[in-house]
């Protein structure tokens, strides 16, 4: 079956190939590609790889890489979203721990018992320990 999807995959390389040469041998030397020949090139990259695409079609592979990624932008025009932010419900009073502060010196000391505060509250006081003369 390997042997299959192996041909498979020689025959539809071999197409292209013949497609991208008789493109070359009937336009000058930096004429563009016609956006058909880099969709056949980008349907090829999705199947069976960005290098192997490249290196087949003699393509330049950052050139390859930059339309696929630009094929896989949604229709509204924005980037998919690659990070999200999940914020938890507030904990109320179940968190409760002991902070304390000290100067290197000495000179200060702080010490917080937490009892449902939030991170930026503790962040704030902390800061103002921290930066104080």
């Known amino acids: 079956m390997a042997g299959r999807r192996d041909g498979g995959r020689r025959a539809d390389m071999a197409r292209a190939a013949r497609q991208f040469a008789h493109w070359r041998q009937t336009h000058a030397y930096g004429s563009r590609i016609p956006k058909a020949l880099w969709d056949s090139a980008v349907e090829l990259a999705v199947r069976h790889g960005v290098s192997r695409t490249a290196t087949a079609l003699k393509l330049g592979y950052y050139d390859l890489k930059k339309r696929l990624a630009e094929r896989s932008v949604p229709q509204s025009g924005l980037a998919p979203a690659t990070f999200v ?3 938890a419900a507030p904990l109320g009073n179940a968190c409760e721990c002991t902070i304390e502060l000290e100067k290197c010196d000495g000179a200060r ?3 917080i018992e937490v009892k449902g505060a939030s991170a930026p509250d503790l962040a704030a006081v902390s800061r103002s320990f921290w930066e104080s003369p």
């Open 85 to 87: 932010e999940l914020t």
């Open 109 to 111: 000391r702080m010490r």
